[in-house]
């Protein structure tokens, strides 16, 4: 009973300690369709399930959603290029009934409570060890020619020109459609080596190699075109959709590279032929987000050892660290064992200048609150609302000031009003708006993230009146697609 008292103390002081919050930080959540949870659910109860996240991560704090559209060369949208996933319907190419599109829904939902919505695109992977039948329509039923077997899977060959042609057709028409904020790309490149299978390649290296001699080195050029093209392909159509890859945990261990980390896991590098490293320092992704899903102290993989690694050798594009919830409270704080991990990880990202935020796997375990980790969320490390890291390399120039800023009383209440400033084009547009307030005895600051109100793509907000006694001043800026921020306008009033 001592120590369950004890835990409940710690977990309680963690919880209501005063942490600084960075004023911009990405705070994303993946929500996965391949785990089969949305199969076969009626358009209302996958409605209602999806509408109770997005309300429950907006609580915790959350600003961007990552959501899988493409599992398997299919879609969770209305695409004329790949039939309709199974991981929606049951069945491949089986359009939902009563109809609708689910990315649509989610850029909707996502926009209306002021999160980013990012299409998480798996690229090569053309069908998954559980999937049994494909549609007529499937790519790899009218091009078997173009994938090749791998454990159970079917895999669209990255050294084909045709393939990466294609799956930019597929990117391209995504990002014309619908307005996403971002393309995410996860940790499935070259298939994950499993003992007794070998990638069927070696033909064609021999006949193909581009002038390369080490088949390894072949490979990772296959990858990197393919990065490099589908970046291109992105800005030339959206230019502030962001591209962002979530690679696997481990770059290269220390023993294969001595700029490597302190490890001995399986590599992006050299085991499934991602050269992350060289997409950030290239610019040819817009974030990155390493899956350092392991505890601190693991023996082979240490948290600790990663975060450290990533933030020192992944900073010319911003960083954001992908997250485990389940194993984050499975194990103890090695140095306050009444406690779980997240207080002991939250201090390293707070010590990691090149951090610029997390994303959660998966978004139902923070939803479930499993370990107190939402809670923890919404009360401490989340509490106030966080604006995106900023991206100069896509647009650095901030919105013209909002005009007009008063209150005014109506029939719903006292009301702050303001107007969108004057500007044409994605660059000079604001989108969203900051509200800050401060008591009359506190000196202004837009950089005290504890002081934000709200973010909002409204042109009001309804103010707390009470006796009209109380001054404060409230403060104003717009932001832009890239959340760049305008200069303030105040308004001192009383409530």
């Avoid at 290239?282 to 974030?287: A, E, P, V």
Wanted: glycine share 6%; proline share 5%.
């Amino acid at each position: 009973m001592k120590r369950i008292y004890l835990s409940v103390i710690v977990m309680f002081m963690a919880m209501t300690a005063v942490v600084a919050q960075k004023k911009r930080e990405f705070r994303g959540a993946w929500i996965q369709c391949v785990n089969g949870q949305f199969q076969g659910m009626s358009k209302d109860v996958m409605q209602k399930t999806l509408s109770y996240q997005l309300d429950e991560l907006q609580k915790d704090g959350a600003n961007a959603i990552i959501f899988q559209v493409r599992p398997e060369c299919d879609a969770l949208y209305a695409s004329s290029y790949e039939p309709w996933s199974r991981f929606l319907t049951g069945v491949q190419g089986r359009a939902p009934q009563p109809y609708w599109d689910p990315l649509q829904w989610m850029v909707d939902q996502c926009h209306r409570r002021g999160m980013e919505l990012h299409a998480w695109i798996n690229p090569y992977r053309a069908k998954t060890k559980g999937t049994t039948g494909l549609a007529v329509s499937h790519v790899a039923i009218k091009h078997p020619e173009r994938v090749f077997g791998y454990d159970g899977q079917y895999i669209m060959n990255p050294a084909l020109d045709e393939n990466r042609e294609y799956i930019c057709r597929v990117v391209a028409d995504i990002v014309r459609r619908y307005d996403v904020d971002g393309l995410h790309m996860d940790d499935y490149f070259y298939p994950y080596p499993v003992a007794g299978e070998i990638i069927p390649d070696e033909k064609q290296f021999r006949s193909n190699s581009n002038g390369i001699s080490n088949i390894g080195d072949w490979r990772r050029y296959n990858v990197n075109m393919f990065v490099k093209q589908l970046h291109d392909t992105i800005t030339a159509i959206k230019p502030w959709v962001k591209f962002g890859v979530s690679p696997f945990g481990i770059y290269r261990n220390k023993v294969n590279d001595p700029n490597g980390s302190d490890t001995r896991g399986l590599q992006n590098y050299d085991d499934l032929y991602a050269d992350v490293l060289l997409w950030v320092n290239n610019g040819w992704i817009d974030y990155c987000v390493p899956q350092i899903y392991w505890q601190i102290g693991h023996p082979t993989a240490d948290y600790k050892t990663l975060i450290e690694w990533w933030n020192r050798y992944a900073s010319a594009r911003p960083l954001y660290i992908g997250e485990d919830v389940e194993r984050t409270v499975k194990y103890t704080d090695l140095q306050r064992p009444a406690s779980h991990q997240m207080p002991a990880k939250m201090a390293l990202h707070a010590k990691s200048s090149n951090v610029d935020g997390m994303v959660l796997w998966y978004a139902k375990a923070a939803v479930d609150n499993i370990g107190n980790y939402g809670t923890m969320l919404r009360n401490t490390y989340w509490r106030y609302p966080a604006l995106q890291p900023l991206m100069p390399f896509i647009d650095h120039k901030a919105p013209k000031k909002v005009r007009k800023l008063k209150p005014v009383w109506t029939e719903d209440g006292y009301l702050l009003f303001w107007t969108a400033p004057k500007g044409r084009g994605w660059q000079n547009e604001a989108r969203q708006y900051v509200v800050y307030r401060f008591a009359s005895d506190e000196k202004v600051n837009t950089n005290d993230a504890s002081k934000i109100v709200t973010i909002t793509s409204d042109t009001f907000l309804k103010l707390p009146y009470n006796n009209g006694r109380t001054p404060y001043t409230y403060v104003v800026t717009a932001l832009d697609r890239i959340h760049n921020e305008s200069k303030a306008v105040k308004k001192k009033l009383k409530l």
